[in-house]
């Protein structure tokens, strides 16, 4: 069975700070995808990234970035600088490479709050 | 535009009122799925379909219905709705087989409130 782990679930911070959101996940796939979407508070899911097992290098996209350490499980997401537009939630899912694996499991989510 | 669409985007609807969410996209992929999220619970898989004619449950299956007899269309059915479905609901769509990295393409999201 797949699982996401995301422990955080809220997260304040003042504008300009730096925040990381953890993800940790569970799967017996050796072939697997993890992406990170955004739910702003219209409710739309936006997609942010994939990464697929075998590329663990990371990723930076202006101000955000990514950290994929397979020997940890985990996929975490830093926010640079952040901006009252960040305020969200975030979520992290994993799909494996077949059949029932195949869908999208997602975390629970993580509340970020950016305050002017 | 590739896109996935539902309807309606808002309902409020009565205990036991039969309901159907609409779901239809236009990029002829294989896969469909539903999905609800609920606070602190994440989205949760509800039912999905591998292609035509072929579906299967999810995680919370429960009180719901879907059918495939078209590649662009994946309803979801309510026959007697409960509080308990009171939810935002997603489709979503993506090409299978090998490549299951596709880009997974999301629905704007259904409200359905139960009263």
């Known amino acids: 069975a797949q699982k996401v782990t995301q422990a955080q679930t809220e997260i304040s911070v003042v504008e300009k700070e730096d925040v990381t959101l953890d993800c940790v996940y569970e799967?017996?796939?050796?072939?697997?995808?993890l992406f990170w979407y955004k739910q702003p508070p219209s409710g739309e899911l936006v997609f942010l990234i994939r990464?697929?097992?075998?590329?663990?290098q990371n990723e930076i996209s202006g101000r955000y970035s990514w950290n994929f350490q397979k020997s940890t499980s985990s996929f975490n997401f830093t926010i640079t600088a952040s901006q009252v537009v960040d305020s969200a939630v975030y979520f992290c899912?994993?799909?494996?490479?077949?059949?029932?694996?195949?869908?999208?499991?997602f975390g629970k989510g993580i509340t970020l709050s950016v305050r002017p | 535009e590739a896109q996935v669409t539902q309807n309606p985007r808002y309902l409020i609807t009565v205990t036991g009122k039969k309901l159907t969410v609409t779901c239809s996209q236009n990029?002829?992929?294989?896969?469909m799925s539903w999905y609800r999220q609920d606070p602190g619970l994440g989205l949760r898989q509800i039912y999905y379909?591998?292609?035509?004619?072929?579906?299967d449950k999810g995680d919370v299956p429960e009180g719901y219905k879907v059918s495939r007899k078209e590649k662009r269309n994946f309803p979801l059915i309510l026959e007697s709705p409960s509080p308990n479905q009171t939810s935002l609901y997603f489709c979503?769509?993506?090409?299978?087989?090998?490549?299951?990295?596709?880009?997974?393409?999301f629905g704007e999201g259904s409200w359905l409130t139960v009263v």
């Open positions: 799967t017996r796939d050796t072939t697997y995808y």
């Open positions: 979503a769509s993506t090409k299978t087989g090998l490549h299951s990295g596709n880009t997974i393409y």
């Open positions: 990464r697929n097992s075998f590329d663990e």
């Open positions: 899912a994993l799909r494996g490479y077949t059949g029932a694996n195949s869908k999208l499991t």
């Open positions: 990029m002829n992929h294989e896969y």
């Open positions: 379909s591998m292609n035509v004619e072929v579906t």
